[in-house]
């Protein structure tokens, strides 16, 4: 039984510079999709400027015109598939492909923040949990080194880890909302071409 419990303990003490490690990118990778929002605040903000107006006007009549492809940028998630969705106008088949592509781009986008809000806390949680054996023994002894040495990385682990689950969780959130109305102007303009052909 000893064995047994000194070899859980062995594992889970080699788990613990892995553990940090995986929170150090983590938390690089959440830096670096806070910083992806500025790109695709500006490409919603030049799909906002230059198409949302003219979705208040469109009809079947006048939906080429307004949505002529000089005035659909070639950056920006919704932008990109616009330009597509355009150019599939003479095809409903190819229409409905690019509606349905347009949903797994964003499902892959999302999957990343996703990924931060459930990976971050549990990460946070295992770097809190394995140095805290090692403080046990060096409270037991009487080490005090050792324990404040196990608790500081305790809770700078678990600092960490909410702070990466935060980033996801926010970023998962607005990036949600943003993504289903931007699929609903898809699905809106679609039918309008759709109308015009039937």
Aim: glycine share 8%.
């Amino acid at each position: 039984m000893d064995t047994i419990i000194q070899t859980l303990y062995w594992i889970s003490s080699g788990l613990l510079i892995p553990v940090i490690v995986l929170l150090l990118l983590f938390l690089a990778q959440g830096l670096m999709v806070i910083g992806g929002f500025y790109g695709l605040y500006a490409s919603r903000l030049a799909f906002n400027k230059s198409i949302k107006p003219a979705l208040e006007d469109i009809t079947a009549n006048n939906a080429a015109e307004l949505l002529s492809s000089d005035k659909v940028r070639k950056t920006g998630l919704v932008n990109v598939y616009l330009d597509k969705l355009l150019g599939a106008k003479e095809s409903a088949v190819r229409a409905e492909k690019t509606l349905a592509d347009f949903e797994m781009a964003c499902e892959e986008d999302l999957s990343t923040v996703k990924t931060l809000a459930k990976i971050g806390p549990i990460l946070g949680l295992m770097g809190t949990l394995i140095p805290m054996g090692p403080a046990l023994v060096g409270l037991a002894s009487g080490d005090m080194g050792t324990l404040a040495q196990n608790m500081q990385v305790a809770f700078a682990t678990t600092v960490v880890g909410l702070l990466i689950g935060a980033i996801g969780f926010f970023c998962t959130q607005i990036k949600t909302r943003w993504y289903a109305a931007d699929l609903n102007d898809l699905e809106f303009i679609y039918a309008i071409m759709n109308e015009k052909q039937s």
